[in-house]
């Protein structure tokens, strides 16, 4: 028979394991306005000009375009999911009210909502444990839209992109 003790310590662990996936189940998408707030100053890398100034922001106005169109051979590429997923996101941020923000800050470092504090941002521990995605390989995260298999198909060179869209926050 399992003592008391074990038990509750059984589920405490269960707990360290099951609340995390709590959490990021519950993110919800805030969009590129409440990034924006902060994430526009020089002291923070100016993030929103750089995304603003990118193709990425245009992403999902694109779909509309006359080339967008004719990739789609007549149909509506805003409500293809072939396209969405990279014009956009994932399916939770192609259903939110964000997906006319094309590729944004969400669609590569999540959902906001449970980071999107200045207080949890401050650290930024404290914001992957909120569910802020920090992504260990850049370039193959960057190569699951930007490859052989989209179109047109111009050649990706990464080291050369990354820098049109590099937004670390400057130290000092």
């Given at each position: 028979m399992l003592k008391k003790s074990s038990i509750l310590l059984l589920i405490l662990i269960s707990l360290y394991f099951v609340v995390p996936n709590i959490v990021s189940a519950q993110a919800k998408y805030v969009g590129t306005r409440v990034c924006g707030m902060c994430h526009k100053t020089e002291k923070?890398?100016?993030q929103l000009k750089i995304w603003t100034e990118s193709k990425h922001s245009k992403a999902f106005t694109v779909l509309s375009s006359d080339k967008g169109k004719e990739i789609a051979k007549g149909k509506d590429a805003t409500k293809m999911a072939e396209c969405l997923k990279c014009h956009v996101g994932d399916k939770a941020l192609q259903e939110s009210a964000f997906k006319e923000d094309g590729v944004q800050c969400e669609t590569c470092?999540?959902?906001?909502?449970?980071?999107?504090a200045m207080a949890v941002m401050k650290k930024k521990e404290d914001a992957v444990a909120k569910g802020l995605i920090d992504h260990k390989d850049v370039e193959?995260?960057?190569k699951t839209c930007h490859n052989s298999e989209g179109h047109p198909k111009p050649e990706f060179k990464y080291s050369?992109?990354?820098?049109?869209?590099?937004?670390?926050?400057?130290?000092?």
């Open positions: 923070q890398g100016q470092h999540g959902a906001g909502s449970e980071y999107k193959k995260f960057c050369e992109m990354v820098k049109k869209i590099a937004h670390a926050v400057p130290k000092g």
